[in-house]
């Protein structure tokens, strides 16, 4: 079956210093991948997205890096800031349809 | 613009009980998915309904839990003769057909004594 997972349960940084979120994954067939950000109370909000034909691609302070030789991705949020703080989920898509599997997330927290 | 909505936010049920969820998707977004999460976990698929087609229903634990979608939007999520292990946040989602990038509700919490 499917697997996606992250080496880290919980992750704690101070504000200001760098983060990285990794996530292992299974399926070498996996195309696309998803990193969700799930804030207390609220429903997942996408944060950035990669392809297989990719293994980099920035954002607004995240960069996604995908090694597809390992099957290993991580996020990595520059600077990062209280409202950071959050589960962050990598999620993978193997091209059938739209279905995603979803790891277990990482909590982060940010110290002021 | 208004997003995905669900309801209720939080649902107290009796073990036994049938209980119904309700999920509006965004206006326009013709893909729909249903998810499960469970406390510390992450999103286990349930359902998916793309346009007219046929739902893939892959995920759906057991057969007490059914889903529909009518005229293409709103969808209920049913779970008939709830038990313990069903507790969990339900989280429904939708998309655009062209895109993979999922919007996704507030959940419902629902509870099962």
């Known amino acids: ?112 | 613009g208004a997003g995905v909505s669900q309801s209720p936010s939080n649902k107290v049920t009796e073990k036994g009980k049938d209980v119904e969820l309700r999920c509006d998707p965004i206006s326009g977004h013709t893909a729909l998915y249903w998810y499960r999460q469970s406390l510390g976990q992450g999103l286990e698929f349930l359902i998916y309904f793309q346009g007219n087609s046929a739902p893939d229903k892959s995920g759906l634990p057991s057969d007490r839990f059914s889903a529909e979608r009518t005229g293409g939007s709103v969808s209920t999520l049913t779970i008939q003769r709830t038990q313990q292990e069903d507790s969990a946040v339900y989280l429904c989602a939708s998309s655009l057909v062209s895109s993979v990038e999922q919007f996704f509700g507030p959940g419902t919490r629902l509870t099962v004594l």
């Open chain 1, 1 to 112: 079956g499917e697997s996606v997972g992250l080496h880290l349960p919980t992750l704690s940084v101070q504000e200001g210093d760098n983060s990285i979120i990794n996530c292992a994954y299974s399926n070498s067939a996996s195309d696309y991948f998803i990193w969700y950000k799930q804030e207390s109370g609220k429903g997942p909000q996408f944060i950035i997205d990669i392809r297989s034909n990719m293994d980099k691609r920035q954002g607004q302070r995240v960069t996604v890096l995908l090694n597809k030789t390992v099957k290993h991705l991580s996020l990595q949020i520059a600077a990062t800031q209280p409202g950071d703080s959050a589960v962050y989920f990598c999620a993978e898509n193997i091209g059938t349809g739209n279905q995603f599997y979803f790891g277990t997330g990482t909590s982060l927290t940010v110290i002021p």
